[in-house]
């Protein structure tokens, strides 16, 4: 999924669950690093849009 849509879904998945925060594990049976580290990646590049989303559409507070 593209970093947007990626955003998009957890954004959902949050506001569903009323929850605040995320305890994501990528890691399946059979999965080579490789493609681990390539996800690991893709959700880096969503969090910028999910920080966003999470805050109302104001802008993200600086990570710490």
């Given at each position: 999924?593209?970093?947007?849509?990626?955003?998009?879904?957890?954004?959902?998945?949050?506001?569903?669950?009323?929850c605040?925060?995320?305890?994501?594990?990528?890691?399946?049976?059979?999965v080579?690093?490789?493609?681990?580290?390539?996800q690991?990646?893709?959700v880096?590049?969503a969090?910028?849009?999910l920080?966003?989303?999470?805050?109302?559409?104001?802008?993200p507070?600086?990570?710490?």
């Open positions: 999924a593209a970093p947007a849509e990626l955003a998009d879904r957890l954004a959902g998945v949050a506001q569903q669950g009323e605040d925060a995320f305890n994501l594990r990528l890691h399946v049976h059979g080579e690093p490789a493609a681990i580290r390539d690991i990646g893709r880096g590049e969090l910028p849009a920080r966003e989303a999470l805050a109302g559409g104001s802008p507070p600086p990570f710490v």
